[in-house]
């Protein structure tokens, strides 16, 4: 087992499932490398964030696709291949263009097992880059996932770490059902021990990445590394803090959540995405619906605000959600016991 970033977990995946699948092929905005090493020119690092590096030169330009710039032609010919028995893996190169194909997701893609009566499959996975921090502007920083989660029939994954997004990209490759897979583009660097061998994680499942018993926080992907620091800090007053990562929002794993707050009886969900009809909403309506008898508090949630998100980076840093914001609703919902357990 070694230390390996997000980018390179990825590449890793991508890399052992083609070896393992011929079906396999990837396809997308410069996933190849443009060039691709021809003219003296050296290969390109592989997309935006160099996450395909060295796979065109592996496997061949027929099985690692450099697209014109289309989202409806990517994700409509990954649909193509999937139904005619090929794993195709494409590229939205970022979330926010999700409008452009949209039709081809919500109304194809998502409904062919049922339209065709569960005789079709479509194992598609569409990895998309999601979320702030960049200064990209309010057109490539969008955290749109909710949306996607609320289209029967789609899968997805939302991973927090380099060890989660191999394990869940290996598992959505290998799902016959159309899986969209969203990385953190302020996440690609973030290291931390991940084994070379393949292996998958369950779909459904969610990460108790600290345990506490005064209050549960469920926070979704970079959030969690913000939780996580937030838990660290408060633990040092006594205050336990137990943080929830779900890995993936469709499905979500609802009773990991409850028998959290059963056990906290307090719950703040913290979502870099816009608070109308959020994951966030849906999370606190599910606590709510199911264990409103355990609260000893309101649900605070922790979120972007409802505007886009701002290209100057001091007012992007004020949007996004932080440890500060995410510490400050922690002993919202605390109260007095939050100065009890300081003192």
Known sequence: ??????????????????????????????????????????????????????????????????????????????????????????????????????????????????????????????????????????????????????????????????????????????????????????????????PDEPYTIPFGEANITRRGNHVTVVALSRMVLFANQVADKLAKEGISVEVIDPRTISPLDTDSIIESVEKTGRLVVVDEANPICSVASEIASVVACEALECLEAPVVKVTAPHTPVPATPSLEAEYLPSPEKIEAAIRKVLGKSAARAAG
Do not use: W
């Not at 796979?55 to 990517?74: C, H, N, Q, Y």
């Not at 494409?90 to 979330?95: D, G, N, P, V, Y």
């Not at 997701?105 to 339209?115: D, G, P, T, V």
């Open 1 to 194: 087992m070694s230390q390996k970033s997000i980018r390179e977990a990825i590449n890793q995946c991508l890399m052992q499932e083609m070896e393992r699948d011929p079906t396999v092929i990837i396809l997308g905005e410069d996933v190849a490398g443009g060039a691709g090493g021809s003219a003296g020119i050296p290969e390109a690092v592989g997309g935006t964030f160099g996450v395909t590096a060295g796979l065109s030169k592996k496997f061949g330009r027929r099985r690692v696709i450099d697209t014109p710039i289309t989202e409806s032609a990517i994700i409509g010919a990954a649909a193509g291949a999937a139904l005619t028995g090929l794993r195709p893996v494409a590229e939205l190169m970022f979330i926010d263009f999700i409008g452009v194909c949209f039709d081809q997701i919500l109304n194809q893609i998502a409904k062919f097992r049922y339209m065709f009566g569960g005789h079709a499959k479509t194992p598609v996975v569409i990895r998309t880059m999601t979320g702030a921090a960049i200064g990209a502007g309010p057109q490539h920083s969008q955290s749109l996932y909710g949306m996607l989660a609320a289209v029967p029939g789609l899968k997805v994954v939302l991973p927090s770490n380099a060890y989660d997004a191999k394990g869940l990209l290996a598992q959505a490759i290998r799902d016959d059902d159309p899986v969209v897979f969203c990385e953190h583009k302020a996440l690609y660097n973030e290291t931390c021990e991940v």
